[in-house]
């Protein structure tokens, strides 16, 4: 129904029964794990409501030049951005709204023009289609701006917006949006997808680590994440305990001079190996480094559930920190002493 879209059938039903039946809502929410599709199901949708498929797969943005263009902003000064809302509208009645800068945030100045530019009517057919991938990345002022428009959407507009956590977005943009689950794809449907791009290197890693999202599968950059993941082994083995803390504080100093490294992309890799540690604390083989499977387990049983939850509420606290453009060495180091401090206190307890 939505060519070259692999997996979720209930989603792509879901979708596909809107487009039969006219019945489309004015604003939907397509929430799931990141890369699992869901701003690629989203262009999808838009070009079966406003044709030319071509021009609306430009504004794809894993495409390299879209990253580029991306990756450049980073370097602007933070007026200039202001100035120059991010946008993609390869497609004049589709428009794509991305996260923006260093700390890759949905703006106020791209809501202000995305409400600026929902007043006018589509220049072909009877509607527009507006994708804002990651809202969840939005700052607080963005969202408020965003809600305006939510509450007297112009007639002719529809809204897609993709979220990785539901959660955390605002009630009121939660209760204005119709609900589109995507889910992880299966082994099998996994497969399918990795069959469709022989031109993909080490795909049995790819696979694993992208753990059901086609999209980690393809942009996974296997040697950048081996050295992220190095580095948060070693915090999470000092945070337990069980390594001296000079062997975090090598990975502590050479990341702390990495200005191109983002504190993000350390919090996912750590995320993955606490939910792994965390499948082996209770018998299941990891999900997605079974290729450390070994060193996981020597970890795995020293570890308590409550310095488990710990260790994922730091990594969920410091993911929201990193949006304010904290020091990542100090806030890393600072998360390595809690975890130690939490080790030792259940140590001392037995």
């Known amino acids: 129904m939505f060519p070259d879209f692999h997996g979720n059938a209930r989603a792509v039903e879901t979708l ?6 006219g019945r489309i809502p004015q604003t939907l929410l397509l929430d799931g794990p990141d890369g699992v599709g869901k701003a690629t199901l989203a262009r999808r949708f838009a070009a079966r409501l ?3 498929a071509d021009r609306i797969e430009q504004d794809d943005l894993s495409l390299p030049a879209n990253l580029e263009r991306v990756a450049e902003r980073e370097k602007w000064a933070a007026e200039k951005r202001n100035d120059e809302p991010l946008f993609f509208a390869s497609h004049p009645d589709f428009l794509t709204f991305s996260p923006d800068g260093p700390l890759r945030q949905i703006g106020i100045p791209q ?4 409400r600026e530019q929902a007043r006018f009517a589509p220049l072909s057919g009877a509607r527009r289609v507006f994708l804002i991938d990651r809202i ?3 700052n607080e002022q963005a969202a408020n701006s965003l809600l305006k428009t939510l509450e007297e959407p112009p007639p002719h507009l529809i809204l897609i917006v993709t979220a990785a956590n539901v959660y955390d977005l605002l009630p009121t943009i939660r209760s204005r949006a119709v609900p589109v689950r995507l889910s992880p794809l299966g082994e099998s449907e996994m497969e399918a997808f990795l069959s469709t791009r022989p031109e993909l290197d ?3 890693r790819r696979r694993t680590l992208a753990a059901g ?3 980690l599968a393809v942009s996974v950059d296997v040697e ?3 050295r992220r993941r190095a580095a948060m082994l070693a915090l999470l083995e000092v945070g337990a305990a069980k390594a001296k803390f000079g062997a975090w504080t090598k990975f502590s100093e050479s990341l702390g001079a990495a200005k191109s490294e983002r504190l993000d992309d350390y919090l996912e890799v750590a995320g993955t190996l606490v939910e792994d540690l965390l499948l082996l604390r209770h018998g299941h083989p990891p999900v997605r480094h079974s290729d450390i499977r070994r060193n996981l387990e020597t970890l795995a049983p020293a570890l308590s559930f409550p310095w488990l939850r710990l260790a994922a509420g730091e990594i969920e606290e410091l993911a929201r920190f990193a949006r304010r453009n904290i020091q990542k060495s100090l806030a890393l180091d600072a998360m390595a002493v809690k975890l130690r401090r939490e080790a030792r206190s259940v ?4």
């Open 50 to 52: 406003l044709g030319r």
């Open 202 to 204: 080490r795909r049995e």
């Open 136 to 138: 969840d990345r939005a």
């Open 347 to 350: 140590s001392l307890r037995n």
């Open 111 to 114: 809501m202000r023009f995305l």
């Open 224 to 226: 950048a994440h081996d």
């Open 16 to 21: 596909e029964g809107m487009i039969e039946s």
């Open 213 to 215: 999202s086609p999209g």
